[in-house]
């Protein structure tokens, strides 16, 4: 276990090479904000997803003031099905995502792209992520 943690500490991937953005699901509580803040303080700025406008808002402050990046938040509930998606999908149209974080688990959008390649790519996580959640 030490050594996984001294590893990580010095083995990291530069991961805005996947993308500037990361979505991260679940993100007011627990592992998801955790994971959120990870993601901020390693350089992303962070699309939090959550129930909740309230708490997205007090996450995303902290956030911008501890990190200094750039947060978007969408409130939704995915226990209200396919309806939600169209929204979701048009909040994230012109991010460059990098990284899908769900709560609990995570999925990095592994492909590095060219700039001419952005527009196709965030059409394919769109889709990925619809696919995901289904």
């Not at 902290?62 to 939600?84: A, R």
């Not at 999925?107 to 001419?116: A, D, G, P, V």
Request: cysteine-free; glycine content about 8%; overall charge positive.
């Amino acid at each position: 276990m030490v050594l996984v943690y001294v590893l990580s500490k010095v083995w990291q991937t530069d991961l805005k090479a996947y993308g500037q953005w990361a979505v991260v699901t679940g993100a007011t509580a627990g592992i998801g904000k955790a994971y959120a803040n990870e993601l901020a303080r390693r350089g992303l700025d962070i699309v939090l997803v959550s129930r909740s406008k309230d708490k997205l808002h007090i996450v995303a402050k902290e956030i911008e003031s501890q990190h200094g990046l750039q947060t978007q938040i969408i409130q939704t509930d995915f226990t209200e099905g396919h309806d939600i998606y169209p929204a979701i999908a048009e909040a994230l149209r012109d991010l460059d995502i990098g990284i899908l974080g769900r709560e609990p688990m995570a999925m990095i959008y592994r492909r590095k792209r060219t700039r001419s390649q952005k527009g196709d790519d965030n059409q394919e996580m769109r889709k990925e992520l619809k696919l995901v959640n289904n």
